[in-house]
């Protein structure tokens, strides 16, 4: 216990001596509840450091409602995001008043929990609610098989697309269906009863003389409830699984004037881009902590990245004049079809919608597959909060850090902007329930110290493929840079050999053959 610490606790055993005292000298006497009014312990104080301001508001409510049902005090303090959890170990060790708890991102857990500065859950405590939250955010605060913390929201990116244009093109669709379905109808019956005489010249045949065209489930003329629900159908039917899906789309859409890209998103953010590679790029295992487990170089991550790498050809994004915001701005005047995104995008639509900027509808779904055989996941990042493991409040901190991240989240997005990283919220909005169900499947953030830079070494990998680098070759260097700062030693990777692309070299070299011998063939014959 500090001087001041020690200094307050004196005077307040000496003011309630004098208290008692007084009374004393007076004549009356102590009553039961006047003894515990004068010797009843103050609340206990938790301090709960955050550093992000949007959460000042929310949190501020969360500690006066808690306050109200139980015996503790919780004073959230705003810090500086700078060198945070250092300031937290000083002020755990210096301070009067150090934090008890606090929020943190899951891929500094590790660093936490090393400094002493993270005490792991009870199993029992968790275990009672663990099944309330996805797959991704068990694993984010897992380290070492123990749970580090509560997950209490959580970023990843999606795919983002505008509503209206695909259900303009499916209508165009479903009518050029409808249309072929008539002529063919005619032409049969054209066939099987030949050309109708009309009963005078001029004069059309009357209703009972026209043939039945039977055009399937298309809805009548003037039927639009029956046309919304095909074009709903349809809708669901463009909408992309995969990159050649969209591909193929591009190629199949007539864009109207406005639309300068079919898909553009960030390609120089690696939180943009990581889904390409993500399902393939083993980073410490599931969880991010097993310095063990570790695949970045490999077939099928190459694979993905040839993919990416060949979409620069088709959509032309330059890395230089790109950026997440302009992208955005861009989606919202009606610019782009398709883009990736993060659920901020979700509160920056219905503003523009409600201003009028925005003058079409979308959605959000999940982000697509390579192909068929590639998949792809995106990737996470989940903000949690941490039991300071110097607390001398251990059970009040996990008590309240278990009320705000399990019991205050209805209203968490609506005043933050934060989607909770957990199930069962009703945001009244269904593409945030779409963020959901990529965050369910999304890769964590690893935690490991010794790959802290691995994010922005990739990010560099990304963005010179794009711009025409051999993908297998910077894959390979990126591995052999990771590997070495993992094991401390060099690391050199066994080269990948790419066969297919050999096959199909060797059928190209074998055609210019077959086209020179035809040519000289020519020669003789003319001389």
């Not at 890395?319 to 398709?338: M, N, P, R, W």
């Not at 010794?450 to 390979?476: K, P, Y």
Request: glycine share 6%; aromatic share 10%.
């Amino acid at each position: 216990m500090g001087l001041k610490r020690r200094l307050f606790t004196a005077a307040a055993v000496v003011c309630a001596a004098a208290a008692v005292a007084v009374i004393g000298l007076s004549g009356k006497t102590i009553s039961q509840e006047q003894e515990e009014t004068i010797f009843r312990k103050s609340k206990d104080t938790i301090y709960f450091w955050y550093t992000d301001e949007a959460l000042t508001d929310y949190l501020g409510s969360a500690a006066v409602a808690y306050g109200e049902t139980h015996d503790v005090r919780v004073i959230p303090v705003l810090a500086s995001g700078l060198e945070y959890l250092e300031e937290i170990n000083k002020a755990s060790i210096q301070s009067e008043n150090p934090p008890d708890l606090y929020i943190i991102s899951n891929d500094s857990l590790e660093k936490a929990f090393l400094a002493g500065l993270a005490s792991p859950l009870g199993e029992e405590a968790w275990g009672e609610i663990r099944e309330e939250y996805p797959d991704a955010a068990r694993l984010a605060v897992t380290y070492k098989n123990k749970t580090i913390g509560y997950p209490f929201y959580f970023e990843t990116s999606s795919l983002l697309y505008n509503r209206t244009y695909l259900e303009d093109f499916a209508r165009s669709l479903i009518e050029a269906e409808r249309d072929a379905a008539e002529g063919e109808a005619a032409m049969a019956e054209l066939e099987e009863n030949g050309p109708q005489e009309e009963s005078q010249e001029g004069e059309a045949p009357e209703d009972g003389d026209m043939p039945e065209i039977d055009t399937g489930e298309m809805p009548e003329a003037g039927d639009e409830a029956g046309m919304d629900e095909l074009v709903a159908e349809k809708v669901k039917e463009i909408l992309p699984s995969t990159i050649d899906d969209i591909l193929e789309f591009a190629n199949e859409y007539n864009a109207p004037e406005q639309v300068e890209a079919i898909f553009k998103w960030d390609v120089t953010d690696i939180f943009y881009n990581y889904f390409f590679a993500g399902n393939y790029m083993i980073v410490g295992g599931a969880a991010g902590d097993n310095t063990a487990n570790m695949n970045i170089y490999n077939k099928d991550a190459i694979e993905c990245l040839k993919v990416y790498q060949e979409l620069n050809q088709f959509f032309s994004i330059d890395t230089k004049e790109i950026s997440y915001d302009q992208v955005l701005d861009d989606f919202i005047a009606g610019k782009i079809v398709y883009t990736v995104a993060t659920t901020d995008a979700v509160a920056k639509l219905e503003e523009a919608k409600e201003n009028g900027s925005f003058a079409y509808d979308y959605s959000v779904a999940l982000v697509p597959d390579i192909n068929e055989e590639l998949l792809t996941r995106s990737l996470s990042v989940t903000n949690c909060v941490v039991v300071n493991a110097y607390s001398d409040h251990q059970e009040a901190a996990e008590d309240f850090a278990r009320f705000l991240t399990c019991e205050y989240t209805d209203t968490l997005y609506a005043r933050t902007g934060k989607v909770a990283a957990r199930y069962g919220v009703d945001y009244g909005n269904n593409n945030l329930q779409e963020f959901v169900n990529e965050y369910e499947i999304s890769v964590p953030v690893p935690k490991m110290v010794e790959t802290s830079n691995f994010w922005v070494e990739l990010e560099v990998a990304f963005a010179q493929i794009w711009d025409g680098a051999d993908a297998n070759d910077r894959l390979r260097q990126l591995s052999e840079k990771i590997m070495t700062q993992v094991t401390g030693e060099p690391y050199t990777e066994t080269i990948i050999e790419e066969e297919e692309e050999a096959a199909e070299e060797i059928e190209y070299l074998d055609e210019e053959e077959l086209r020179r011998e035809a040519q000289e063939g020519e020669g003789e014959e003319t001389q």
